[in-house]
């Protein structure tokens, strides 16, 4: 097929490369299943991407840059609106995909799809703020200007946990900027990620613009390193944006210092929500439930450690315990699921084992307990201390733990003390004091009196430590994906030394 990805067209849902404006099949013609985490069946047949491929994808953006960053900003604004529009035309074939492909229950799966809308439009409405500066110049006659323009190719690598948001994030603020892009899908969802190259690949298409501005690639999960290596490689490559583990974006972080390409990483995360021992208990509890156990804690910022004051802990382990007793994890595919599955069997492995580990250290369990399915239901330990393996490690799934502290100092303390630093919250009625101590946690961002989970597309979105760099989002995400160049204009003569 030539003219689009298949989806929907067969009972396997295959789907192809989109390479130079065409969806075709990969240079080997040899395909990969992902399977449903729920039952085993087969989701998507996904043709599977080499390294010729991927260097195909990477030329055809390379062609396409010209005609594309020279395309006046209302002209890329309407292609964005169109794809924007697009997506919400695959509403249900999107929900569809990450409910068979990751296991995601239908609430986040929806407000996936409604955020990634958002997040076009708003990389909309940034094609006219890409702009510049006039800097004074002690050279008489000098105009001097710093100007942002495009990078080139951007090379974006989505993940699988929050497949259309993190799609459309790889894509959107890159080609508002005036970029191509190569899009490189999870191979867990490679459907949603097709039906999201297909939205901005026929905006594109529908308004004379190149369709090669957008290519879309992935791969059976064994040809990862050739293929992302191919396209990091590549001199027509000029930006790297990859979201997922800090494992492999330490990996990902090599590969483009070697070559010397700028990488914006945004990686895993330890998430802390401090409950101090004047804050609003109900609020605080609400807060974690959201932040702890929405997508059941597979998001990078889901809350990860809940450090409690100790005077008020046994009060805010009983109102958590209460507000997640009725989360009930059911078959995403059933209309009323707010928890769906865990994305895999090696995820019920890891969290059964931090259980394990926690409660042979002294920890309590509050609520929950081991799973033996994808079906995890929520679980909260309390009393869990630095010699437990869920102190330390990102669980990544709804098992979390209550950390007691004795006051403000120890909860910073207990807060800071983690690799990473993505998300963060402090709840307590002193909003003064609780700002000052958000201005000493280690993060990329911290909520007060909110939960460790919130995005809005014009934020300056990342972390720091082992939670990457880089910030996607707003103004930043101009910064990220355009170059600063000076450039001058001599107006009037100009003396020389000689």
Not at 62 to 85: D, H, K, M, N, T
Not at 148 to 156: D, E, H, I
Request: glycine share 10%; charged share 20%; with cysteine.
């Amino acid at each position: 097929m030539s003219t689009g990805p298949g989806l929907g067209e067969s009972e396997l849902k295959e789907i192809q490369l989109l390479i130079d404006g065409r969806w075709r099949e990969g240079h080997s013609a040899e395909r990969f299943v992902r399977r449903c985490p729920l039952d085993g069946s087969e989701a998507t047949w996904a043709a599977a991407a080499t390294a010729e491929d991927a260097v195909a994808a990477v030329e055809a953006a390379g062609r396409a840059q010209a005609a594309w960053s020279g395309a006046g900003p209302s002209q890329r604004r309407a292609v964005l609106e169109r794809a924007a529009q697009g997506i919400g035309t695959r509403k249900n074939a999107l929900i569809e995909a990450m409910m068979e492909e990751t296991g995601a229950g239908r609430l986040w799966s929806e407000f996936n799809v409604l955020q990634a809308q958002v997040m076009v439009r708003e990389a909309a409405a940034a094609t006219t703020r890409v702009s510049g500066e006039v800097i004074p110049s002690d050279v008489p006659g000098s105009l001097a200007m710093a100007v942002r323009q495009p990078a080139g190719v951007v090379l974006g690598i989505a993940p699988w946990n929050a497949p259309a948001i993190l799609g459309v994030r790889a894509i959107a603020m890159p080609l508002a900027c005036g970029n191509t892009v190569v899009l490189k899908g999870s191979e867990i969802c490679p459907r949603v990620h097709a039906l999201i190259a297909e939205a901005f690949h026929e905006a594109l298409v529908e308004a004379g613009m190149p369709g090669a501005a957008i290519n879309y690639i992935v791969h059976a999960p064994a040809a990862a390193g050739e293929v992302v290596e191919a396209m990091v490689a590549h001199a027509a490559v000029r930006r790297v944006n990859f979201t997922g583990s800090t494992r492999v974006g330490r990996l990902i972080a090599a590969s483009c210092a070697r070559h010397l390409k700028p990488v914006l990483l945004e990686l895993g995360g330890k998430a802390p929500l401090v409950v101090l021992a004047d804050a609003d208990l109900d609020a605080a509890a609400q807060a974690a439930a959201f932040g702890a156990y929405l997508h059941s804690g597979q998001i990078c910022m889901s809350t990860e450690r809940l450090i409690v004051d100790a005077s008020v802990a046994d009060e805010f382990a009983a109102r958590l315990a209460g507000r997640i007793s009725g989360l009930v994890p059911r078959d995403p595919r059933q209309a009323d699921s707010v928890l769906g599955a865990v994305v895999d069997a090696e995820t019920v492995h890891r969290c059964n084992r931090m259980i394990d580990d926690a409660l042979a250290k002294g920890a309590v369990l509050v609520h929950g307990g081991k799973a033996d399915s994808p079906l995890m239901a929520p679980v909260l330990l309390d009393r869990v201390t630095a010699e437990m393996a869920i102190y330390r490690e990102e669980s990544f799934g709804p098992v979390k733990g209550i950390v007691r502290v004795d006051g403000p100092e120890q909860a910073i303390r207990c807060a800071n003390d983690t690799e990473y630093g993505l998300s963060s919250a402090i709840f307590s009625r002193d909003l003064a004091a609780a700002l000052a101590l958000a201005r000493r946690i280690d993060s990329g961002i911290c909520h007060i009196n909110g939960p460790t989970v919130h995005d809005e597309p014009q934020m300056p979105f990342g972390g720091v430590k082992a939670s990457g760099f880089g910030r996607f989002g707003g103004t930043a995400g101009i910064d990220a994906f355009t170059d600063l160049r000076w450039i001058t204009v001599q107006t009037g003569p100009r003396s020389y030394p000689f």
